[in-house]
Structure formats: structure tokens, C-alpha cells
């Protein structure tokens, strides 16, 4: 049984949050990787604040129904850790917010910073023309890369009706839906003649054995969005057959495999891969151009 009603402001409820995470030992990895974070992040979103707001209101007395709604929020947390964004239908992307829901993994590839600086130094800004996200989800690459683009034409495909769903929503969300065209398919669209400069894909890339063993949170994303292979390498390996036939001659395939590294580079010892490095969170991304694609996977 709960005794919130005794705390009175908001910074009462962080440090009730932090402690009740602590104590339930609750995984962080879906937006944040700390107590703190999580629970500042679940609270103002709960009295319809902004995220950002910081000590400006951490003694603001709260009202009881609002108390109510906040502890709802962190035994549901604590109780069927579910990640925080499937409780707020809402997460963060290369600085803009998305709709999340369990028909989609929560963004948090670090590709997202990789759009933010527009690929640079690997591409020419002024050369982008037309962009494809593989295995898009909720779209966020997608309408991260038209933003950081908005003279390109974005499209993304992916397998999941119900993903692409949300996608759809993302992209009225964010006013790029004239820019953004989705696909229902498995990898690769099926658009004739069109090439691309960039192509980027997170895909699945967790072998079965890792699933099992991934916190509960994971558990609860679309086993479609994480799983590939007893190795983690299908799509990878797809992608790699098949690049060729969609990039411009002086494109980029930019592909996050995570913790499948060492498989990929084991799979393919005499590939270059470019694996690229991060400010911000961890590696697992390799970057080939259009003739280093040719080279290797067409005979």
C-alpha cells in the first residue's frame, strides 16, 4: 500500500519515485539510464509539463488527484515494468518527441546523432536527394532524416502493418508527410529504378539466445523489431546483398547492428566497415559507400 498522500511537491514525488525504482531494481534503458531522469521525466509528463523545466518547480505543492495519477504512473512502472515510454505514449528523438506505443520499440539508436550533424563529414549535404529507411518502426529516422533534409525525399519501409501505423501518425505529427512516403515491406521497397543517396536502417539485430536474456522492459517491445537470426545477422546480411541495387554511385549504407559486431565482422573479415563512433551512447553502426558495397556483395 502506497503512502503518497504525505508527500506535499514535486520534489517530494522525485525522491519517492527514485527510491521506490531503486528498491524494485527496475531496468533503465528506453530513453533513460538513471532513477533520476526517469522519474523527472515520468512526473512532469503526468502534470502535462514540460520536460525540461528542471528546479524552476521542484517545490511546487501538488493537488490530490494529481498525486494519484503520478503513483498510478510509478507502481505500473515498478509492477509490469513496462518501458516509461509505453506509459507516456511519448519518447525523444534527436531532440523531437514521437507517440509510442506497443506497436513499435521505443527509439534509441544512436544514429540520432548521426542525423543531427546530417552524416557529415561522411556526405554532402547538398547532395542528398532521396533517403531509405529500412525497418523503420515508429518512423523517427525517417522523419529525423526529413527534417535534417528538407529538400530529400524520405521513404521507409517496414514489415508491420501495425508499425507503420504509428509511423503514419509521426509523420502528420511532424508536418512531413508530403516528404516521408511509407511502405508496407520486408527490407526493401518495391519502387523501380529508384536509387539512394543514403540509405540507414536499425533492424533487428538480438539473436534468440540474447532475448532471453534481455530485462523484462525489452520484453515487452515487438519480438518482429528485435529478433534476427541465431547470430543476430539476418538483416544485416540481406541488406548487404541487396544495398547495391538501390544506392546512387557516391551513396552511403549506414546499418546498426549493436551487439551483433564482432558476429558481422567475424561473418565478413575482409569488409572495411567503417564503424562509426558516438558522443552519446554506444557503437554498433558501420558505414559503407556504394563501391565498397559493389566490391564485396556483387560477383
Partial sequence: MSDYNELVTIRDFIRYAISSFQKAGIYYGHGADNAWDEACYLIYHSLHLPH????????????????????????????????????????????????????????????????????????????????????????????????????????????SADALAVAKMNTLRHHVEDQVTLYEADLFPAVKNKKYDLIVSNPPYVSPQEMQELPIEYRHEPEIGLVAGAQGLEFAIRILEQAANYLQPKGLLIVEVGNSEAALIKKFPKIPFTWLEFERGEGGVFMLTTEQVKKYFIS
Fill in 52 to 159: 525540461n523545466l528542471g528546479a524552476a518547480v521542484y517545490d511546487t505543492r501538488l493537488l490530490a488527484h494529481e498525486k494519484e495519477a503520478i503513483d498510478q504512473l510509478i507502481q505500473k512502472r515498478i509492477q509490469d515494468r513496462l518501458p516509461l515510454a509505453y506509459l507516456t505514449h511519448e519518447a525523444w528523438f534527436a531532440g523531437h518527441p514521437y507517440y509510442i506505443d506497443e506497436r513499435v520499440l521505443v527509439p534509441r539508436s544512436p544514429i540520432a546523432e548521426l542525423i543531427e550533424h546530417q552524416f557529415q563529414p561522411w556526405i554532402e549535404v547538398s547532395q542528398v536527394k532521396n533517403i531509405l529507411d529500412l525497418c523503420t518502426g515508429s518512423g523517427c529516422i525517417a522523419i529525423a532524416c526529413a527534417q535534417a533534409f528538407p529538400e530529400a525525399q524520405v521513404d521507409a519501409t517496414d514489415i
